[in-house]
């Protein structure tokens, strides 16, 4: 078997559905990662949706299995002394703890990092919360839709009419977990240098605040939100090769008009090719056609005399582009337009992106083998390919499927 | 002084836009010397775009660096100006990586060809080097030379198709979402690993990221549930299977809040409980008992009902307020803040430190986002504002490199330093 980046490093994990993704992008890269669990089991076994072939049970929740992949699971009351006192002796094992509970949670139950530490200094020690261990909204409560709302990109997506949008897929989750990933490498890193273990601290509100992209950074130097816009962006208008359009069978969306592509006049010749150019190539029509591009748009903007004549024309350039991508499929208008260096992007949807050709031709996906379920499953693949210490994801674990295996490997190990 | 964890490594950043560019801050942050290769012949965009500094009149800055776009993904590193185009700017770029940890690459593979900058040809330089590449869809493969940037990949990846409202197109976020913290982030823990390994073997390795397959690996149940089960998952709004409400609800206007008046306040309850404590706070206790929400099953048959009558009693509301209240009672909820909130108004970020004021040149004093890892021991650190175009060409070419002056002014002359 090949080395693995992580061989070696133990990381005992107290994490729902916060915390689990850092625990999953640590087994796939080689931790052993022991999820400890509560009877029953955390909310994100519960989450729907589920495996259909079964009825539905902690063990057959895709939610669950998506964030969970390659690690060991042993179930603990941490509501006992017994249950503490082995998750404890567990934690010290460790090389690396982490946890998502709510702030002095894991402390009124002994395990907390300053106890844990006491005992073992080199101990790395991620926790995630909504908001960070420390300041005045550290005890709030927290569910993905509050950090995303809290750490300032839900203000930036959607409509102006209608309420701010969610981004799917619990993005302050995953964005939490990524950055917990990082910070507990950096940490293990040190500690494997020198022996000095220490707190790791992640914020889901502080870890969305980047993906603001560029509104912190207007506010700060301009004294300007930045707002939701929707479809048509700051441009009031729809322009002919930029937004979002219906295909046959979906949509697809263009960036024609952004530098980096080609220009706008190679979608003429596309449409041209196609029989779909129209009167494209009449006047008034085919001069705007060859020279559209955001510095076009831009001269347009300066001239307003100009702008009269040329909006009209621009609204019937765009008509005739929806008209050319109703009659393609999404796929064909993504592949064929970028083969022709258009900017552009199918709007996949999962069916698209399980039949995604490059994801395909480059083996992505994972067939997972579930034993008890006696079926062969496709998994979403790995984020990274590391040439020298590969990836390698096995199945998320049954609820309490190692707890019999770990805690005598405990037993054994304190007697010895 | 605490070492940091990655002091002592150097990174030869030849990056840019967000993606790279980011992974490659985190990396300063922790200890590393960064080199940010540019060239004016290739500029970085994001030098070039809103938002600018302003001057003293209103105006906006111009020139490469008054960008807060671009100089909050550049904190602490270098700059040095090379030309990539010219045979020598290569061979300079070579020496860098020479004497570098770590190589980190987001251009499209047709780059990568174009300048020599292929895993084969850098090991076989520098055997060591932890080299990590984050195109857009992967360094092979059918659609390698495809084009794109954050906002292409969020339809591609399918965020776009899974976010919004139902009734709506596929709009997509509003932002470029996967460049900030989905790629650098996965990019940036897949380094670390290898740095491990590096560390326990002496081998380098090459790390290859295409930005389509990192993101959708983060996409929760959408690709899993179609390969599983078949279905078809597309948007809900501002939904959740397993509680209700779960939604962002209006609060009365706030006039301070500039150009960005509305207010709303996420909430969401995962039981009964939760949904009794926000009636009891809105005044309408009765409702908890009310048939048609008092079961979390209820509550989901009759959600648009629910959602409608919660914004009726919250119109009123400062939403601070409201957040704060609901809050007191343990419920989930939190105010859809703007940048003017998380820079100015919430007493939170403040309490923490987490964003860090640098002095720069010709920005003035301005905001960076700081490391969302707080470590206790070694906290990282943004030693720098970003640097300016080609600030550090002199001192890389001299310390790094180890070209005298003349040779310097000779390159200079040539457009290779450029």
């Known amino acids: 078997m090949a080395d693995r980046a992580l061989d070696g490093l133990r990381v005992i994990e107290f994490t729902d559905e916060l915390g689990s993704y850092c625990g999953r992008l640590l087994a796939d890269l080689g931790a052993e990662v022991v999820k400890v669990e509560p009877p029953g089991g955390g909310r994100e076994r519960r989450t729907p949706p589920f495996y259909r072939a079964v009825p539905p049970g902690p063990d057959t929740s895709l939610a669950f299995w998506v964030h969970n992949t390659s690690k060991k699971s042993v179930v603990l009351d941490l509501e006992t002394g017994e249950g503490r006192a082995a998750a404890r002796a567990l934690a010290l094992r460790g090389d690396v703890v982490l946890e998502d509970n709510p702030v002095g949670w894991m402390a009124a139950r002994g395990l907390g990092f300053e106890s844990l530490r006491a005992e073992k200094p080199s101990l790395v020690y991620t926790s995630i919360t909504g908001f960070g261990q420390t300041g005045p909204h550290a005890g709030y409560a927290y ?9 300032g990109v839900m203000t930036l997506a959607g409509e102006p009419a209608d309420p701010p949008n969610m981004i799917y897929g619990n993005q302050a989750n995953v964005s939490a977990s990524i950055e917990a990933a990082q910070g507990t490498l950096l940490a293990v890193l040190y500690a494997e240098a020198t022996g000095i ?36 962006g700051s441009i009031p208008i729809p322009l002919p090769g930029a937004g979002v359009y219906a295909t046959r069978d979906g949509h697809l969306v263009c960036f024609v008009l952004a530098p980096g592509g080609a220009p706008f006049s190679e979608l003429v010749n596309w449409m041209r090719e196609k029989g779909m150019a129209a009167d494209l190539d009449d006047e008034p029509y085919r001069e705007i056609c060859d020279n559209l591009n955001m510095g076009f748009l831009t001269q347009l903007t300066r001239e307003p005399q100009k702008a009269v004549t040329a909006l009209p024309a621009l609204m019937h350039i765009n008509e ?28 996949s949807t999962p069916r698209d992106l399980a039949e995604n050709e490059q994801l395909r031709s480059r083996a992505w996906f994972k067939q997972l083998e579930f034993d008890y379920l006696n079926a062969l499953i496709e998994f979403p693949g790995a984020p990274y390919r590391l040439s020298e210490t590969p990836v390698a994801i096995s199945r998320p674990p049954r609820l309490g499927e190692h707890t019999h295996d770990v805690l005598a490997a405990l037993a054994e190990r304190s007697v010895s | 002084m605490t070492k940091l964890p990655l002091e002592g490594l150097r990174v030869a950043d030849f990056s840019w836009f967000g993606a790279g560019p980011i992974g490659a801050q985190t990396l300063a942050t922790f200890g590393a010397e960064v080199v940010r290769v540019e060239s004016e012949t290739k500029i970085d965009s994001l030098r070039v775009v809103q938002p600018f500094a ?20 550049n904190a602490g590193k270098l700059s040095i100006q090379l030309n990539l185009n010219t045979e020598k700017g290569q061979e300079l770029g070579y020496r860098i990586i020479e004497k570098s940890d770590i190589f980190l690459s987001n251009f499209t593979p047709r780059v990568l060809d174009k300048w020599k900058l292929r895993y084969e040809q850098l090991s076989a330089i520098n055997p060591r ?43 997509g976020v509003g932002t470029n979402y996967p460049d900030y913290v989905i790629n650098p982030g996965h990019t940036v ?43 078809i998952q597309t948007r809900s709004g501002n939904r959740n299977p ?100 998380l820079l100015d108004r919430d007493p939170h970020m403040k309490a923490r430190g987490y964003y860090r004021y640098l002095d720069h040149p010709e920005t003035g004093r301005a905001a960076y986002d700081g490391p969302p890892m707080v470590l206790s021991e070694t906290p990282g650190v943004l030693r720098t504002a970003a640097p300016l175009l080609g600030e550090h060409t002199m001192d890389v070419c001299e310390r790094i490199i180890g070209l005298s002056a003349d040779e310097i002014a000779d390159l200079m002359a040539e457009g290779v330093l450029l």
Not at chain 1, 327 to 345: C, F, H, I, M, P
Request: proline share 4%.
């Open chain 1, 143 to 151: 569910s993905d839709i509050v950090g995303q709302a809290m750490g």
């Open chain 1, 197 to 232: 273990g220490q707190l790791v601290d992640v914020s889901a509100q502080e870890a969305l605040s980047m993906s603001q992209e560029t509104a912190m950074q207007q506010w700060d130097l301009q004294k300007t939100n930045r707002i939701r816009q929707g479809e048509r």
């Open chain 1, 320 to 347: 005739v582009v929806a008209a050319f991508f109703a009659s393609l499929t999404s796929n064909e208008a993504y592949v064929d337009g970028q083969k022709r260096l258009l900017l552009n992007g199918i709007v």
């Open chain 2, 54 to 73: 302003l001057n003293e009149d209103g105006t906006f800055k111009s020139g490469y660096n008054a960008s807060g776009y671009f100089n909050n993904f």
């Open chain 2, 129 to 171: 080097l932890i080299a990590a590449y984050a195109p857009m869809q992967g360094l092979d493969g059918p659609h390698r030379d495809f084009l794109g940037f954050g906002a292409v990949l969020t339809p591609v990846t399918g965020i776009s198709y899974m976010s919004g409202f139902p009734n709506r197109p596929p709009i």
């Open chain 2, 189 to 231: 823990t897949a380094i670390l690993a290898a740095l491990r390994y590096r560390n326990r073997t002496g081998k380098g390795q090459c790390v290859e990221l295409p930005q389509l397959e990192s993101v959708v690996n983060g996409l929760g149940t959408a690709v899993a549930d179609y390969l599983a089960n078949g279905t």
């Open chain 2, 242 to 341: 397993i509680a209700a409400p779960h939604a962002a609800v209006r609060c009365a206007d706030d006039p301070t809040s500039v150009g960005s008046p509305d207010r709303w306040v996420a909430i969401a309850c995962y039981d009964d409980a939760q949904w009794s404590a926000v009636c009891d706070v809105l005044g309408h206790g009765e409702a908890a008992r009310d048939s048609r929400f008092a079961t979390f099953a209820a509550r989901k048959a009759n959600e648009d009902a629910l959602e409608a009558l919660l914004n009726q009693w919250t119109a009123t509301w400062k939403a601070e307020d409201l957040m704060e209240a609901l809050q007191a009672r343990g419920v989930p909820a939190g105010v859809v803040q703007n940048a003017q909130d």
